[in-house]
């Protein structure tokens, strides 16, 4: 079965190239081009791969938000200018770092398969 993953980022352009080379992997991609197009498409998801800080919320608190709904599904968080306080929630709550933009995809490649065999 082809696991699905969300892609939250209010940049066009990162979520287009995000899910084409993921989509060539083998993977199903979904976008959203923000927190609140993207609530339904959470249940979907296998993994959840989010920037930070968008226009319409801030990445972190929102994962903070569906972990407290009990949401059990790995999450990536992404950024191109996290400070020490945001990387460091961002790994308490995924136990993972920060994926940095612009995003080396051999890197988020890597990653991706380590959290699914999670």
Same mark, same amino acid.
């Given at each position: 079965?082809t696991?699905?993953?969300? @892609? @939250?980022?209010?940049?066009?352009?990162?979520?287009?190239t995000?899910?084409a /080379? !993921? =989509? +060539?992997?083998?993977?199903?991609v979904t976008?959203?081009e923000?927190?609140?197009?993207?609530r339904? !498409?959470i249940?979907?998801a296998?993994l959840v791969?989010?920037?930070?800080?968008?226009?319409?919320?801030n990445?972190?608190? /929102?994962?903070e938000? $569906? #972990?407290e +709904?009990?949401?059990?599904?790995?999450?990536l $968080?992404?950024?191109?200018?996290?400070n /020490?306080?945001e990387s460091e929630r961002?790994i +308490?709550l995924? =136990?993972?770092? *920060?994926?940095?933009?612009?995003?080396? /995809?051999?890197?988020?490649?890597?990653?991706?398969? #380590? *959290?699914l065999r =999670?």
């Amino acid at each position: 079965m082809t696991q699905t993953i969300l @892609i @939250i980022d209010d940049e066009r352009s990162v979520r287009k190239t995000i899910s084409a /080379f !993921l =989509e +060539q992997e083998g993977y199903n991609v979904t976008t959203a081009e923000g927190i609140e197009a993207a609530r339904d !498409l959470i249940p979907g998801a296998d993994l959840v791969i989010s920037d930070i800080r968008m226009r319409d919320g801030n990445g972190i608190k /929102f994962i903070e938000e $569906l #972990k407290e +709904q009990g949401f059990e599904k790995p999450v990536l $968080l992404m950024s191109g200018a996290s400070n /020490f306080a945001e990387s460091e929630r961002a790994i +308490q709550l995924t =136990e993972h770092p *920060v994926i940095p933009k612009p995003v080396v /995809f051999a890197g988020l490649l890597k990653l991706v398969k #380590k *959290v699914l065999r =999670e």
